[in-house]
């Protein structure tokens, strides 16, 4: 329905609105608390916007299910959507139109420009406004009410800069970029660290969002010679320079671009030689003085989203997915990489129809989850050596399932946030319900049990464990309670230790229990980690998927055992 991503940013602004925000209704806490969320619901941005407003219904359904309560007193959750165009001027009215209606808080919106447009609307309106535009500047207009969900813009220059002048050793720097609050500062903020460097910049030049025809600004790139062209521009713009840069004889020039760039269009339109694609987030590790440290392993995948991974041996299997071309969509791919050629490109798998998620090694296979919208979601398996031209159905389930998947040798265990159920892998066409209102996030399966994580959202939030097929009537807890601030962790294990990512908004860690128990006192083995995801283990190592705070990509990161 929405990526893990969106439900987890709409899960985070409905616990931000239950608590802070509604001290301000004083003793009178409303029946229904209502939530803008103000985002592109049609256009070419269409897809993106409607994941967000898919996660924050599937973050209402399940904190509503929950019989969720503020002082005392059970609330429900109402989403109210509002399609904003992408443009300016519709934005302030979509901002005016949801301030009348008394809404707690507003997810809103999409763009930098856009919201830029919104904030003093929202602030005149005394409405929290949260956005995943990444423009620096945004949260000062605001005076206070204005809160930025993802890393700003001032951390994705750097990153380029960095990666201009250290990975792709560059002298000398061009930059194109989209003279908007997008772009400018971005372009500001990578020129600045890249002078710093010690680098050279010229020429740097500013363009409309509109703009396909780079004919003047192909002829200053050959003549100024650079050695990489940052371009800070959109997909539709990218891809006609990339053609007369081309007809220039320009295109072996490595180009960065930027993260709005990020789709399936630009994937397969790709004209030139080496296009690398950043992310608004802070490509930093361990940004916190005295965590635990970690390694980068590697960012690529196939499409520009990393959903999970898992490890099997020396190889690790990949989901990513991408908007389709137009936005109206998702293409998903599941690919692999041995261990020994971390940081060349993967190797792909098999094709995913829509929005490829959860994987895990399923008895010589590889499991995974593919959502088509908000209409449903299956589950495919394929061997594990490539090419797996016609994925295996094992079930299609008629509803969105939230992400866990786990093997029991024989069966496939799966959840959609409610309930547990489970489907032989050589195929079904229903599911059986193992464990009902789990409110389940994560679940493996080991040494004849299955774990599975209850989510932060109960009142009592644990990892528990059942022996299949008596789930229904005999259940047992491991560790109780979670932490207060975990969105859920996701599980996996060894012979001995079950181990876990918490997924936190303030700090993310990666833990450990014996399977036998441990006293309600779990190791923490990396600690104030950026949005912790998918775990394995091998004999040696715990590998994670830091998502950071984007839906955009993510990195594989390990430590030590």
């Not at 955009?552 to 430590?559: E, I, K, Y």
Request: proline fraction near 6%.
């Amino acid at each position: 329905m929405g990526s893990p991503r969106s439900r987890l940013l709409a899960t985070s602004l409905a616990l931000l609105a239950a608590g802070s925000l509604l001290a301000a209704c004083g003793p009178r806490v409303p029946e229904t608390i209502k939530i803008g969320v103000a985002q592109p619901l049609s256009g070419p941005s269409a897809a993106r916007g409607q994941d967000l407003v898919n996660g924050a219904l599937l973050a209402a359904a399940d904190i509503n299910a929950s019989n969720f309560k503020v002082a005392g007193k059970q609330v429900k959750f109402e989403i109210v959507p509002m399609d904003d165009k992408a443009d300016k001027e519709e934005a302030k009215k979509v901002a005016r139109a949801l301030c009348d209606q008394k809404v707690v808080a507003v997810i809103g919106h999409l763009s930098s420009d856009v919201t830029e447009a919104t904030v003093p609307v929202y602030a005149s309106g005394n409405v929290p406004q949260l956005f995943t535009s990444s423009a620096a500047e945004l949260t000062k207009l605001g005076a206070g009410n204005a809160f930025r969900l993802i890393a700003n813009d001032d951390l994705q220059a750097q990153a380029i800069a960095s990666y201009a002048a250290g990975a792709l050793k560059a002298n000398k720097v061009a930059i194109l970029y989209e003279d908007t609050t997008y772009g400018a500062p971005l372009a500001k903020g990578a020129s600045a660290a890249l002078a710093k460097a010690g680098r050279k910049v010229e020429p740097i030049v500013p363009i409309d969002n509109k703009t396909t025809s780079f004919g003047p600004f192909v002829a200053q790139l050959k003549a100024a010679k650079p050695d990489v062209l940052i371009a800070l521009v959109r997909d539709n713009q990218l891809l006609p320079l990339f053609e007369q840069m081309n007809a220039a004889g320009l295109g072996e020039l490595p180009v960065i671009a930027g993260s709005v760039s990020r789709t399936q269009r630009l994937v397969t339109g790709i004209t030139v030689k080496n296009v690398y694609v950043t992310s608004n987030k802070d490509l930093r590790y361990c940004p916190i003085a005295g965590c635990i440290k970690t390694s980068i392993l590697f960012t690529q995948s196939a499409l520009p989203s990393l959903a999970a991974v898992a490890l099997s041996g020396t190889q690790f299997f990949l989901t990513s997915w991408a908007y389709a071309d137009g936005g109206s969509g998702y293409v998903g791919d599941v690919a692999m990489i041995d261990r020994a050629n971390i940081g060349q490109p993967t190797t792909h798998l098999a094709n995913s129809p829509n929005q490829a998620d959860t994987i895990i090694t399923c008895g010589g296979s590889v499991c995974w989850m593919d959502r088509n919208g908000s209409t449903s979601t299956t589950i495919y398996s394929c061997g594990a050596s490539p090419p797996c031209n016609n994925p295996k159905q094992i079930i299609q389930f008629p509803g969105i399932l939230n992400g866990p998947l786990a093997f029991d040798g024989a069966n496939v265990y799966f959840g959609d946030g409610l309930e547990i159920y489970s489907a032989p892998k050589s195929g079904a066409t229903t599911a059986t319900t193992m464990v009902a209102a789990a409110n389940v996030t994560s679940m493996v399966f080991t040494n004849g049990k299955l774990y599975w994580w209850e989510s932060g959202l109960s009142n009592n939030p644990a990892i528990k464990f059942c022996t299949p097929p008596s789930c229904t009537t005999s259940t047992n807890t491991l560790v109780s309670p979670g932490p207060p601030n975990t969105i859920g962790p996701r599980l996996t294990f060894d012979a001995t230790h079950l181990y876990w990512s918490e997924d936190s908004m303030t700090n993310g860690a990666i833990k450990r229990c014996a399977l036998g128990g441990c006293g309600n006192a779990p190791e923490t083995l990396a600690s104030q980690q950026p949005w912790p995801g998918a775990i394995a283990v091998d004999a040696t190592r715990v590998y994670w998927l830091n998502l950071q705070q984007t839906v955009n990509t993510g990195a594989v990161l390990w430590v030590a055992k």
